[in-house]
């Protein structure tokens, strides 16, 4: 299907990133992405005190944000 046909079926969508055969829907926020950085992964390095110290603030965000859900689970809500 060509970009003015699918335009014309779906015309609430909109190439992503200039590929006209990858249409997203223009209130979608991948609209706004200019670039996505690609996920680097070490594997062979050992992990840093500085990574430490990043996964204990992920671990006490996370604790607040499904705090609330575990609560209501244990009180059988």
Do not use: C
């Not at 996505?36 to 992964?41: L, N």
Request: aromatic share 10%; glycine share 6%.
């Amino acid at each position: 299907m060509g970009f003015a046909r699918s335009s014309r079926v779906f015309p609430d969508r909109m190439p992503w990133q200039g590929q006209k055969d990858n249409l997203i829907d223009r209130f979608d926020v991948r609209a706004h992405l200019d670039y996505i950085a690609p996920v680097v992964s070490k594997p062979d390095q050992p992990a840093t005190a500085e990574d430490d110290v990043l996964d204990m603030e992920e671990r006490s965000m996370n604790y607040e944000r499904y705090r609330v859900l575990a609560q209501n689970e244990f009180l059988g809500g």
